[in-house]
């Protein structure tokens, strides 16, 4: 009798839901009312009711929600019509509709329930909190409300929602109170999690924006005149080579020839210093505007923890093509690991800046020196050789 009188419910129902729910009802439809006469069922057996008791909740279960089809505000009491008319047409007692009434009823936001078939189902109505579906569940309620209202609320503000709602929320029947508070409480904590990321994102977002023109302006300016101001340094560099080239190349072709006659030994000394002056030249030009690779093999994780810049192609030539379109994908995806990555490529381009200036500095002293020491010698070596004489 009882199962066959579920059974017709199950139908009148499902068939209701089919034929006069409204599309808009992700949430409120008949996959929710499956799971919480699922989690009645359950909860039912672990509080070890009796036959009737389960019955009643069963049918309390499929119609909790039967009133949508009517209305939104107060649905519950539109349920409650609606079991009525089941029980008219099914013939069930009259004591067996109060209770089922009150169930329905006990279902509405704000109801204590009070006795033990009241908690349960009060429990299993809300059972999605503690669910591993629990988001998945929540953005189906979303949607509905999005639909409904004509209005869209952001994944921020439903994830405080949610927030609050968990917050204000208690389990009641023992069992759930036992074996599902802990997962209601872990989905708590992703929750407070979830928050945490995006209200950080939206801060950077909105900082980007605010300043975006700006700091793309002074990341483009600054990166110029770093590549101008290497162009400019090689170009000095190339400049000595030359120089200190076409100086070896003349004493070697005209001046060393020349020093294996007696008469010409007092130009040895001056020869040699001019020689030597201008080979460190050119190894310090050289040194100056030699590139340097790194050999340092660039993962994802290091690009997710801003540890290299694979903007530079000294740091991304060992990637394989697929990684390396992905750490591009991810820097145009995370603006702040973008603008962390031009910062660290103005930092080390500052680093080969120095170097290159440095030895570059050191370059001219060197030919300074070597030129001015070559003329003294070959002064004072020629002034000798006429005092001798």
């Known amino acids: 009798m009882k199962d066959t009188v579920l059974q017709q419910a199950e139908v009148f129902v499902t068939s209701l839901f089919e034929r006069q729910l409204s599309p808009k009802n992700h949430y409120h439809n008949i996959e929710h009312t499956r799971n919480v006469l699922e989690t009645v069922t359950r909860l039912a057996m672990m509080e070890k009711c009796d036959e009737h008791d389960t019955f009643l909740l069963k049918l309390a279960a499929w119609f909790h929600d039967t009133g949508y089809v009517n209305v939104e505000t107060g649905h519950e009491e539109a349920s409650v019509a609606m079991a009525q008319q089941f029980f008219k047409e099914s013939g069930l007692p009259e004591t067996d509709l109060l209770i089922v009434e009150q169930l329905i009823s006990v279902t509405k936001v704000g109801v204590v329930p009070k006795t033990l078939l009241e908690k349960i189902i009060k429990d299993a109505d809300c059972a999605h909190v503690a669910s591993e579906d629990f988001f998945e569940i929540s953005e189906r309620l979303r949607q509905e409300l999005k639909y409904k209202n004509e209005t869209n609320i952001s994944e921020l503000d439903w994830l405080k929602k949610n927030k609050e709602f968990i917050a204000n929320h208690k389990f009641y029947s023992p069992y759930a109170q036992v074996k599902l508070q802990p997962k209601k409480e872990m989905n708590a904590y992703e929750l407070d999690r979830k928050i945490e990321k995006i209200s950080k994102k939206k801060t950077k977002k909105s900082k980007t924006k605010k300043m975006g023109r700006g700091v793309e302006t002074m990341y483009r300016v600054t990166l110029r005149n770093h590549m101008e101001l290497s162009g400019i340094a090689d170009s000095k560099a190339n400049i000595l080579l030359s120089v200190n080239a076409i100086i070896i190349s003349v004493a070697l072709s005209n001046l060393v020839p020349k020093l294996d006659n007696a008469s010409n030994l007092f130009l040895v000394y001056p020869t040699l210093i001019l020689l030597i ?113």
């Open 277 to 389: 002056f201008s080979v460190l030249a050119i190894v310090l030009s050289v040194l100056s505007t030699r590139p340097n690779v790194s050999n340092v093999n660039v993962t994802r994780d290091m690009i997710k923890a801003n540890k290299t810049n694979i903007l530079f192609f000294g740091n991304f030539y060992k990637m394989s093509l697929e990684d390396f379109e992905w750490g591009v994908d991810y820097l145009i995806e995370n603006e702040e690991t973008l603008y962390n990555s031009l910062t660290k490529d103005l930092y080390f381009l500052g680093l080969v800046l120095e170097r290159k200036y440095r030895l570059l500095r050191l370059t001219y002293t060197v030919f300074m020196v070597g030129i001015v020491l070559s003329a003294l010698s070959f002064i004072l070596s020629y002034h000798f050789l006429v005092t001798v004489k």
